[in-house]
C-alpha cells in the first residue's frame, strides 16, 4: 500500500499576545487590504488581497494570541459542554482528489462550526481579555467567509443539524477549541486560498 501524506499544522513557539494599541495597526492594514479590492479603479477584474495571505496570516496571527491568552487564564475561561469542531488533519492525497467546490464547502463547513462553538464559548466566558480575543476571532471567520464568496466559491448553507456531519470531531475544552481554531486556519484555508483559481489568474 503507497505511502499517504498526511498534513499536521506545525506547532510552532507561542509568541506574547500584543497590546490592544499594538493590534490596531495591523488590523486596519488587513482591513485597507480588503478594501481594496473592490475600490481600485482600472482593473479588469478585483484585486484579490487576500491571495497574497498577509491578510490570512494576520487572521493566523490572532488566533495564535487568543491560544497564548487562554493557556494563562485560570478561572471564567471554560466551555460549559462538548462542541463539534472541523478535524485539521490534511490527507493530501484525498484532498487533490476533491474538486475546488468540495474543498471549500469543507472549508465552508469548518468555518461555520467554529464560529457557532466560538459563540458559545463567548457566552460562558468572564474573562474580559478572552472576550476580546474570542470577539476577534468571529469577526474574522465571518471576514473569510465573505472573501470566499469573492473568490467564485459558492455561498454556504449551514446544515440544519451537526448530528451525522462528516470531517467533524468534539472539543471539550476552551483551549482544545482555540487550538483548532488555529490549525484549521493554518491548514485548510490556507491550502485552499493558495489553490484558488481566482488567486491563479494575473491580474494585469
Not at 174 to 180: D, K, R
Amino acid at each position: 500500500m503507497a505511502n499517504r501524506r498526511t498534513y499536521w499544522p506545525n506547532h510552532e513557539e507561542p509568541v506574547r499576545g500584543y497590546a490592544d494599541t499594538a493590534m490596531e495597526f495591523p488590523r486596519l492594514f488587513a482591513l485597507l487590504l480588503l478594501v481594496l479590492e473592490w475600490t481600485r479603479p482600472g482593473l479588469p477584474s478585483p484585486l484579490r488581497p487576500i491571495c497574497d495571505l498577509r491578510v490570512l496570516n494576520h487572521f493566523i496571527q490572532e488566533a495564535r494570541d487568543a491560544e497564548v491568552a487562554m493557556k494563562s487564564c485560570r478561572e471564567g475561561c471554560s466551555l460549559t459542554e462538548a462542541v463539534s469542531v472541523p478535524q485539521t488533519t490534511v490527507n493530501f492525497e484525498d484532498w487533490e482528489k476533491k474538486n475546488a467546490m468540495a474543498q471549500a464547502q469543507e472549508v465552508q463547513t469548518g468555518l461555520w462550526l467554529l464560529q457557532q462553538a466560538l459563540g458559545l464559548l463567548r457566552t460562558s466566558m468572564t474573562d474580559a481579555e478572552l472576550n476580546g480575543h474570542i470577539d476577534t476571532a468571529t469577526r474574522n471567520l465571518h471576514s473569510i467567509t465573505a472573501v470566499l464568496r469573492t473568490l467564485n466559491f459558492p455561498e454556504y448553507t449551514p446544515p440544519a443539524s451537526t448530528a451525522g456531519l462528516e470531517g467533524t470531531w468534539s472539543a471539550s475544552s476552551a483551549a482544545e477549541l482555540l487550538q483548532v481554531h488555529l490549525n484549521f486556519l493554518r491548514g485548510k484555508v490556507r491550502l485552499l486560498l493558495l489553490d484558488a483559481q481566482a488567486c491563479q489568474q494575473d491580474v494585469s
